[in-house]
């Protein structure tokens, strides 16, 4: 067996998988504390949801005053989230830009090849155990399971806000 031939065979590969997609999730949640300030951006989400359900009820009751405050604020809360949608448009783009070049990365060294197995039947997809998966679900699993941890470390919840914080 050559060298490095034993990265492309289960559970090894597995592995490599597992190790890449908790470094593409290191490196996103790492960009996204970065490039976006959470305790920042918890506010201006707050202050936009009250301005909008504001603007919602003046509307509703026909509050001409509350209008009329509420248009003073409008250019500044039109800011806020102008830097609220940079600050996530700048983080996707580069988290894109990097999974696409991980993505092909890995399609280019393990397409076509059964990277881990399932030791169980799955119903409805397979009648006998192990059943072989190819780096395509492999990855998705793996991505799904290193984010969920490292989006807790790093206290950054999916939709871009803070992790809920509780007191005892």
Same mark, same amino acid.
């Given at each position: 067996?050559? *060298? *490095? ?142 984010? *969920? ?20």
């Amino acid at each position: 067996m050559p *060298s *490095s031939e034993w990265l492309f065979t289960p559970p090894f590969s597995a592995l490599t998988i597992l190790g890449v997609a908790f470094l593409m999730s290191f490196t996103t949640n790492l960009l996204n504390r970065k490039l976006i300030n959470q305790e920042e951006f918890a506010i201006w989400q707050n202050e936009t949801k009250s301005y909008n359900a504001d603007k919602e009820r003046a509307k509703r009751t026909g509050d001409k005053k509350l209008l009329s405050k509420l248009k003073k604020q409008e250019k500044r809360i039109s800011q806020m989230q102008s830097r609220m949608v940079k600050g996530q448009t700048l983080n996707l783009v580069i988290t894109f830009g990097l999974f696409f070049l991980v993505w092909q990365g890995l399609l280019l060294l393990y397409s076509g090849a059964d990277v881990a197995y399932v030791p169980f039947g799955i119903p409805f997809l397979t009648t006998q155990p192990p059943y072989p998966i190819q780096v395509y679900i492999w990855y998705i699993i793996c991505s799904f399971f290193s984010n *969920s941890i490292l989006s807790r470390v790093f206290g950054i919840k999916m939709g871009m806000g803070l992790q809920p914080q509780t007191t005892s």
